[in-house]
């Protein structure tokens, strides 16, 4: 596949790719290996919305991934393990063992019965099992479901049986950090409520000895003894079902983001290649989760499809010291370094000790991902960790787009602190106002629509085909709408600002705040909550919850406490509110709308400027807002 290596190649390529799009998706299509070529590149509409890329077309992405590799690379390092513990040993595994092992693994699963288009849920540790979990399920049409093991067992219920999963594959347990996490025992809480599921396979990470339910669950080594290392794989329409990631969204429960073999597969290939600029003996870092779509499309599709080396790491940033990242770059001679703002700047937390003890003279490029990057940490991180020699690449993107939309190609593209910058060949984002109208001008501001699909645009929400209408294009008319708002400066780079709807980012996580509102009112004590970000140093937003409890309800921090309780027992600790307000009432307009501005106004800490509030129902309830706010806020 062809990689971009001048700015103006860049330029031409993007206006290739705007006039002509079939020709160009086509062109890189024709790369991989299809098993029946397609008869259309593309057809769409996105007022159902109907979109469909290289239809006719057949193939297997994991032939893509590995078979196509084994004769000029089965003995390169596909993967590299590197544990939680840095004294454990790592695993390697070249082209040709993974092959195996992902063909070992697929057969396992339909030893359990498992057949194309079942939907299997994993809920896993970052290891290499997951990795070959996640293939092995593509390798046989099976639809994966990737759940972030930091979901508590009622989040994690609910994705299955929204998915009406099939099989459930896990751990005994994991380690993160200094802990360890009993996930099967996750697992088995859920399953209490899911009727979908007729087998649990559970990989070996802790050598513990959970509690295994007779005929539904499996330990993934008895298993693996009495199958062949042969899996053919499942010929798959361009347009099946390759999986559903969850994602959270303004309103209601998370959403099933549903994702197809073919297009997925050319654009994570491609923007992989072109953002990151990959050369054959590199080896490429992205220390996300594989529970969240970064993890899918960068540390397992993108660089496997590219026949590159990918790394994936167990543990966390900052155990057993704040300078691991630093030290298993040097370990292996880490090229290409992606990471989250928030993993940032908890490092610049600490003595800069911890990045000047390693040389760090491997990177070529770094890069983020998940949320704005403020200039601060953007100059640490090209600082220190690049040396000033490294590009950085910010690359904006959704679960929802598959892959990098908006981005710096490596050193190809000119870079600016916190911004973006330009769009990807073949994307065409658009600013726009309120009612929809495109702002065609430089220097501005808008919400970031964009106005023609890409390969790895999501194609329906699992289940729920009028909800993805509902929230992606029904905004404003024939534009896939983000969610974002962002600038456009002189020169047509983007920057994102950040969500525009009722979704919060903590750590690069996306939460709806009528989800974490609806955990918190599962708490018998409430009677009714709003929750707003605010401007958090490290995790870019934090949670602050507004809460009215029940009459004679003795407030106190052990009730606090007990909310938060609520929220990891329905979401996870990943979800927890940092700040916990109890108030008499909250600001409502006469249709009883809660106005989130005011709200988030006074978690800012900014109370001067509540504009109009003389809609509100009770507009006295704001002064006492802000008088038990001033605990918990500095008041700017
Ligand atoms: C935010 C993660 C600013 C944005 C790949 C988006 C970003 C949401 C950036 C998607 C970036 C992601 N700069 N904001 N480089 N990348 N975001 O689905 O608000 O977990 O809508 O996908 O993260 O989060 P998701």
Not at 186 to 207: F, I, P, Q, T, Y
Not at 396 to 419: C, D, F, R, Y
Not at 597 to 623: C, F, H, N, Q, Y
Request: glycine share 8%; proline share 5%.
């Amino acid at each position: 596949m062809h990689t971009i290596s001048t700015f103006e190649e860049y330029q031409k390529t993007y206006q290739d790719s705007i006039e002509r799009p079939e020709q160009f998706w086509g062109d890189v299509a024709s790369h991989f290996q299809w098993k029946k070529t397609w008869d259309s590149v593309l057809e769409w509409n996105f007022e159902e919305p109907h979109i469909t890329w290289f239809k006719g077309g057949k193939l297997n992405i994991t032939e893509n991934m590995l078979d196509r590799h084994l004769e000029s690379r089965g003995n390169k390092l596909a993967i590299i393990w590197e544990p939680n513990d840095p004294k454990e040993k790592f695993v390697r595994l070249t082209y040709k063992e993974l092959y195996e092992r992902v063909c070992q693994y697929a057969n396992v699963l339909k030893s359990l019965g498992v057949k194309k288009g079942d939907r299997v849920c994993i809920y896993m540790p970052m290891i290499p099992d997951l990795a070959v979990a996640v293939m092995a399920c593509a390798r046989i049409g099976a639809v994966h479901s990737v759940v972030f093991a930091g979901f508590s067992s009622h989040a994690l219920a609910d994705r299955i049986n929204d998915a009406q999963a099939k099989v459930v594959i896990t751990s005994d347990g994991l380690n993160r950090g200094a802990k360890q996490i009993p996930v099967k025992r996750v697992v088995d809480e859920a399953l209490l409520s899911c009727e979908s599921v007729e087998k649990v396979l559970v990989s070996n990470r802790l050598g513990w000895i959970p509690a295994m339910k007779k005929g539904r669950d499996h330990w993934l080594e008895d298993e693996l003894k009495l199958v062949s290392k042969e899996c053919p794989a499942e010929p798959m329409d361009a347009e099946d079902l390759l999986f559903i990631l969850y994602t959270s969204g303004s309103t209601g429960k998370p959403k099933g983001v549903v994702h197809t073999c073919g297009g997925y597969m050319v654009y994570t290939a491609y923007t992989f290649q072109n953002v990151f600029q990959c050369k054959e003996s590199d080896i490429f870092w992205c220390s996300a989760d594989i529970g969240w779509v970064t993890g899918h499309s960068y540390i397992i599709y993108g660089p496997l499809l590219n026949g590159a080396t990918t790394l994936m790491f167990e543990g966390v940033p900052t155990y057993p010291d704040p300078g691991r990242f630093w030290q298993v770059i040097d370990k292996y001679g880490v090229n290409q370094f992606y990471t989250a703002p928030t993993a940032i700047r908890a490092l610049m937390a600490h003595s800069i000790d911890h990045v000047l003890s390693y040389s760090l003279d491997s990177l070529k490029v770094l890069g983020t991902v998940g949320e704005p990057i403020n200039e601060e940490a953007w100059h640490w991180y090209h600082l220190h960790v690049g040396k000033g020699r490294c590009p950085i690449v910010d690359t904006w993107w959704q679960t929802e787009t598959g892959g990098v939309m908006i981005s710096g190609l490596g050193n190809v593209s000119p870079m600016k602190p916190a911004h973006a910058g330009y769009p990807l060949p073949g994307v065409q984002p658009v600013l726009v106002d309120q009612e929809g109208k495109e702002i065609t001008e430089n220097n501005t501001e808008g919400y970031l629509a964009i106005k023609f699909p890409w390969p790895s645009i999501l194609r329906t929400t699992y289940g729920d085909h009028n909800r993805c209408k509902l929230t992606y294009f029904s905004a404003y008319k024939n534009l896939y709408f983000t969610g974002d708002g962002a600038k456009r400066d002189d020169n047509g780079m983007y920057r994102i600002i950040g969500r525009v709807d009722d979704v919060i980012n903590v750590s690069g996580h996306r939460f709806g705040t009528a989800e974490i509102e609806n955990a918190i009112n599962q708490n018998k004590k409430v009677v009714e909550s709003a929750v707003v970000g605010y401007p958090h140093s490290i995790k870019g937003q934090g949670i602050h919850a507004y809460v009215i409890t029940k009459p004679g309800i003795e407030i106190n921090d052990l009730l606090r406490e007990e909310i938060i309780e609520t929220v990891v027992h329905q979401i996870g600790k990943i979800a927890k509110p940092e700040r916990i307000q109890f108030v008499e009432g909250l600001p409502k307009t006469r249709s009883g709308k809660i106005m989130r501005r005011i709200l988030r106004k006074v978690a800012e800490g900014d109370t001067r400027s509540l504009g109009d509030t003389s809609t509100l129902l009770d507009p006295l309830v704001v002064d006492d807002i802000i008088k038990g706010a001033e605990s918990l806020v500095v008041v700017r």
